[in-house]
């Protein structure tokens, strides 16, 4: 499916463009946002790659990796949002959501709206049964998020990340088909 476009009514997922370079440094490129990913701040360069290689993965067929732009109204880009479908047997029966929202867009409601619009495209578009998503134990704020989008708190993945500090745990979040549907 190519190109995605959704939306809610106070944000959008698009499709990439070279031209969200600048906006997605001041995501990737900021300290506060990045604590608890897997990567240090990102530099413009890296920005660059990134967002070269979500625009190959677009093309894909079958497209597996849908990184989206994340946009107010207006066009201003406010979030990298992720959902990557699960390669194995049966075909399509799980993704992976992953989110960033800029610092300073937190605590108005954004990030659970990026997570709804993910868990819409997942069901909805691309048929997935099982949406789930990691984080790090720390991160409380990705907690509320995804536990107020219905996404169940399923247990700890021991190891699962190697940041600079070393291994890291992650907490996997998780919402099944039915479970949407009834909360839709």
Do not use: C
Not at 49 to 63: C, D, E, L, S, W
Not at 133 to 155: C, D, H, L, T, W
Request: proline content about 5%; aromatic content about 8%.
């Amino acid at each position: 499916m190519y190109p995605v476009t959704i939306s809610s009514p106070r944000l959008g997922l698009r499709e990439f463009t070279p031209d969200d370079v600048d906006a997605m440094l001041a995501i990737y490129g900021d300290p506060r946002v990045v604590e608890h990913m897997s990567f240090e701040p990102r530099t413009r360069e890296q920005v660059e790659t990134t967002i070269a290689g979500v625009a190959a993965a677009a093309q894909a067929k079958p497209r597996t990796d849908y990184s989206l732009a994340a946009v107010l109204p207006g066009g201003e880009l406010v979030a990298f949002a992720r959902i990557a479908v699960d390669v194995g047997h049966p075909a399509q029966s799980s993704a992976q959501i992953g989110f960033a929202l800029r610092a300073d867009r937190w605590r108005r409601g954004l990030g659970i709206e990026v997570v709804r619009l993910l868990l819409q495209l997942g069901f909805e578009e691309l048929g997935v049964y099982r949406i789930w998503g990691a984080r790090s134990p720390a991160n409380e704020a990705s907690a509320r998020v995804m536990a107020k989008a219905g996404m169940v708190e399923e247990g700890v993945m021991r190891g699962h990340i190697k940041v600079a500090a070393g291994w890291r745990d992650s907490v996997v979040h998780s919402i099944l088909a039915p479970e949407w549907e009834q909360g839709a």
